[in-house]
């Protein structure tokens, strides 16, 4: 069935400097790939998403690449700062409707150090 | 902005009993789904609902749950015999109508089953 693997499950960086996350996917029919933030005690929030139409979607500090070919889609983040740790969760999705389920990745514990 | 809400956010029970977490969606929106975390885990899809029906569910969604929408703006999950293993978060999500692919999540329910 549909999987998605997501690397690496814990990430530390230094303030300021660049996070990456990187997803593989396995059902080529995925064409609707988001990425949400879940801070503690809360729900996922919706920070970024990209279509298979496209290669690279950029939103501030925060960008997003999709290789359809490789099956393999990256969350980019620049400048990090505190607020950006966080546990990051990647996801596709075969977009046939509105009604279509979301397939989670295992997420990404995102600590940024000081 | 507008959002999803949950209640309760919190619920104990004993094992074998009923439980109905209830979802409010953001008001234009026409497409409901229902999701479970297990501490620990990645989120995983249950069911997705449209036009009083459901048009998908995962292998978790069993007889023992039942979702529905009886007056027109809450969303229930109902768990007929809560089980141990039935202990997570519980995540509301809608989507718009038409052809948008973004599903936004509510802040979750805590079940809790002792």
């Known amino acids: 069935g549909e999987n998605v693997e997501q690397h690496p499950s814990t990430l530390s960086v230094q303030e300021g400097d660049s996070a990456v996350i990187k997803c593989t996917y396995s059902?080529?029919?995925?064409?609707?790939f988001p990425w949400y933030k879940q801070e503690l005690g809360k729900g996922p929030q919706l920070i970024i998403d990209?279509?298979?139409?496209?290669g690279e979607k950029k939103d501030q500090r925060i960008a997003v690449t999709l290789n359809k070919t490789a099956k393999h889609f990256s969350l980019h983040i620049t400048e990090t700062q505190p607020e950006d740790s966080a546990v990051y969760f990647c996801?596709?999705?075969?977009?046939?409707?509105?009604?279509?389920?979301?397939?989670f990745g295992s997420g990404t514990r995102l600590s940024i150090r000081p | 902005e507008p959002e999803v809400t949950q209640t309760p956010s919190h619920q104990v029970t004993q094992m074998g009993q009923e439980v109905i977490l209830r979802c409010v969606p953001i008001?234009?929106?026409?497409?409901f789904y229902w999701y479970r975390q297990i501490l620990g885990q990645k989120v995983e899809f249950l069911v997705s609902?449209?036009?009083?029906?459901?048009?998908?569910k995962s292998e978790i969604f069993d007889d023992q749950f039942s979702v529905e929408r009886p007056d027109g703006s809450n969303f229930t999950l109902k768990i007929r015999s809560t089980k141990l293993e039935d202990s997570a978060m519980y995540f509301c999500?809608?989507?718009?109508?038409?052809?948008?692919?973004?599903?936004?999540f509510g802040p979750g329910t805590r079940l809790t089953v002792t």
């Open positions: 008001s234009n929106h026409l497409y």
């Open positions: 996801a596709a999705t075969p977009f046939y409707s509105s009604a279509s389920k979301i397939i």
């Open positions: 609902f449209y036009n009083n029906e459901i048009s998908e």
């Open positions: 059902d080529s029919a995925s064409n609707y």
């Open positions: 999500a809608t989507t718009a109508s038409g052809s948008s692919y973004e599903q936004y």
């Open positions: 990209i279509r298979s139409n496209v």
